[in-house]
């Protein structure tokens, strides 16, 4: 009886802190949220919702100071996407080769490898950018605009080196999470596959990778997070222009433009990088409830048929 009772009582207890644990969770984001619309709202209103979201021209400490974001949200999207075009496929591709081909030991020695890239700290990923994918870009910048009079030459520090940099250093978010995911898809979905006539590889790619898609796709909006909120390496890669984000262009991400001028602004210039920052908690925001929203949607796709067969056997 008294044991039954201490089992009931630590029960009680491990209830209770998971509870707090999930409250401090819901806390802590709504009070991120609430302080960012606080501190953001009010520049919208004193620069304007046009001149400020859809302005162009970047000159906050001018005579006649202009707000206008709208080519550095354009980096923003654009550089994630592309990095996440090239960075999703490579990270699948490897967890694939990791989780259903890899030996044991070539296992061992890629996935140590994997986690160490993981660990690798933001300053070192654009100190590598700057010494060693700059110049590179930079010979084929001279390569393809030789002889032009209007290309403004950047050195190599421009939007195809921030994309390059974001795409390695969301691999490993993306690799260690899908491995993971293959890796739990039962043996007997493989099984029942290649009895059936499949495929290796055709039993990889329709009834594994299909079967594993949730974990794949918490992988990947994970990558995404970190190519949104990444600052110091682009910083360091990209130029820091205000520019149309084209891939030889100098450019400046929504991260950058917060960490370049946050510690010397003041006035309405320090309000608007407030709303530059909410602009980027909305964009985090939008973007991890679209995927999300896939995610529901392609589970409940693949339950749906199942339902249906109990019901019409339930009938027969």
């Known amino acids: 009886m008294n044991k039954a009772k201490k089992t009931l009582s630590v029960e009680n207890v491990a209830k209770a802190i998971f509870i707090l644990c999930g ?21 919208l209103k004193e620069v304007g919702v046009p001149e ?34 090239i960075g999703v496929p490579v990270g699948l591709l490897t967890a694939v080769f990791l989780a259903e081909l890899a030996g044991k030991r070539t296992a061992g020695i890629v996935q140590p490898a ?13 100190l590598l950018g700057m010494m060693l994918l700059n110049p590179a870009i930079y010979k ?62 055709q039993t990889i790619f329709r009834v594994v990778i299909p ?20 600052a110091m390496a682009i910083n360091m890669v990209a130029g820091g222009s205000v520019n149309l984000p084209l891939p030889f262009n ?21 309000r608007v990088l407030f709303t530059v920052g909410l602009v980027l908690y909305i964009f985090i925001m939008a973007i991890n409830l679209i995927l999300m929203k896939m995610k529901t949607a392609g589970t409940d796709k693949e ?3 199942v339902r249906k067969r109990k019901g019409e056997t339930a009938h027969e």
């Open 250 to 270: 100098s450019v400046r991400f929504l991260t950058t433009q917060l960490v370049s001028e946050m510690s010397y602004a003041e006035g309405t210039h320090r």
């Open 23 to 43: 409250a401090v969770a819901v806390f802590a984001v709504l009070s991120i949220t609430v302080y960012m619309i606080a501190r953001g709202a009010p520049a």
């Open 52 to 85: 400020l979201l859809f302005g162009t021209e970047w000159k906050p400490t001018a005579a006649d100071p202009s707000f206008g974001i709208a080519y550095i949200i354009a980096s923003s999207i654009v550089g994630t996407a592309m990095s996440v075009l």
């Open 211 to 230: 079967a594993a898609r949730s974990g794949i796709m918490t992988g990947v909006v994970l990558g995404i997070g970190r190519a949104i909120g990444e």
């Open 114 to 126: 994997v986690e160490l890239l993981a660990a690798v700290p933001s300053v070192i990923y654009g």
């Open 140 to 201: 084929l910048e001279k390569m393809i605009f030789a002889g032009s009079t209007t290309h403004q030459f950047t050195g190599g520090a421009d939007m195809l080196a921030a994309i390059l940099v974001l795409a390695v250093m969301i691999l490993p978010t993306i690799i260690t999470v899908s491995t993971s995911s293959l890796k739990a898809v039962s043996d007997d979905l493989r099984a029942a596959s290649l009895a059936l006539g499949a495929s290796r590889i």
């Open 303 to 305: 339950k749906a048929p």
